[in-house]
């Protein structure tokens, strides 16, 4: 079964730690993105990357970067957490042509 | 920028009753997908539509897409309580590679 794999389910992190959230997924897709769920307001796209070091914006990125080194791994980074990105973290992946993109667990984050 | 809009927000309905939730978006695409989330969890793929015409049907959930009104429509038959969930369309915006999320769709379906 094909699979979006993120390390943590929940995380606790206090204000200004660096913050790694990791993704990892075994489709060989070229395509990886990571987006944050919040109540009233959806999901909001925060970075993707189209290919091994490629990294693009998406409507979110203030307070994250990532890093992608391996086609596999796709990494956000909160520089210096704060509280306002509690959330809900979704990775997910898709095949160069996008056809379907196949979701991970999620990882809760929760900044104090 | 490509908007994705979704209704009814909230949805409560008897089971055995038939109901259909919109999705509207405002741009040109081909592309469209309908992501079923429980509560707590991760999104789960329903159908993934590819072109004008497009529908899809898997048990009580059938999806169809008209590209030319820029409309989905999800149609729920003889509701039963397991159908109860959020459900969300999802836009693709082309090359730009971006998917663009309805507000979702909170269905609740009543004994």
């Known amino acids: 079964d094909v699979k979006v794999t993120q390390s943590s389910r929940y995380l606790v992190k206090r204000t200004g730690e660096k913050v790694f959230l990791e993704c990892v997924q075994d489709?060989?897709?070229?395509?990886m993105f990571w987006y944050r769920q919040d109540p009233g307001l959806g999901l909001r796209l925060i970075y993707f990357?189209?290919?091994?070091?490629?990294?693009e914006k998406g409507d979110i990125p203030e307070g994250y970067s990532v890093s992608r080194e391996k086609k596999e791994r796709f990494s956000l980074i909160l520089e210096s957490a704060s509280t306002n990105q509690t959330s809900m973290y979704l990775c997910?992946?898709?095949?160069?042509?996008?056809?379907?993109?196949?979701f991970g667990s999620g990882t809760r984050l929760t900044v104090v | 920028e490509l908007k994705v809009e979704q209704n009814p927000l909230f949805l409560s309905m008897q089971e055995g009753k038939n109901y259909t939730i919109y999705c509207n978006y405002s741009?040109?695409?081909?592309?469209l997908y309908w992501y079923r989330q429980d509560p707590g969890k991760s999104l789960e793929s329903l159908f993934v539509?590819?072109?004008?015409?497009a529908v899809k049907q898997e048990g009580r959930l059938m999806a169809s897409l008209d590209t030319k009104a820029r409309l989905s429509t999800l149609h729920i038959t003889a509701a039963v309580h397991d159908l109860s969930a959020t459900y969300f369309c999802?836009?693709?915006?082309?090359?730009?590679?971006?998917?663009?999320f309805g507000k979702g769709t909170l269905l609740t379906v009543n004994p």
């Open positions: 741009t040109t695409s081909d592309r």
């Open positions: 999802a836009v693709d915006g082309g090359s730009n590679y971006k998917l663009t």
């Open positions: 990357s189209y290919d091994v070091k490629m990294k």
């Open positions: 997910a992946s898709s095949p160069m042509d996008r056809v379907g993109y196949t």
């Open positions: 539509l590819l072109s004008n015409g």
């Open positions: 489709m060989d897709h070229e395509n």
